[in-house]
């Protein structure tokens, strides 16, 4: 089982883009991410604190085991 690393920004993006996600809108250093019905919001920063990264998989439906192997590219 994976465990969830910091991240940056940039990097969750393209990961959750990779799960099929796309960019809905970005304001300031926000951006919506969005599937079908689900979404989360995810900010722009250098580091992710590990508690934002966990919320918005939980918003987006994402177990942090699929998102971690998707982001190491297993």
Do not use: N, W
Not at 16 to 42: I, P, T
């Amino acid at each position: 089982m994976p465990k969830l690393r910091r991240l940056s920004g940039r990097d969750a993006i393209l990961t959750f883009e990779k799960l099929g996600f796309h960019q809905a809108r970005k304001r300031g250093s926000h951006v919506v991410m969005r599937r079908g019905d689900r979404g989360c919001v995810l900010t722009l920063h250098k580091q992710l604190v590990i508690g934002t990264l966990r919320s918005a998989l939980r918003q987006a439906g994402v177990s942090p085991d699929e998102f971690m192997e998707v982001y190491e590219g297993k």
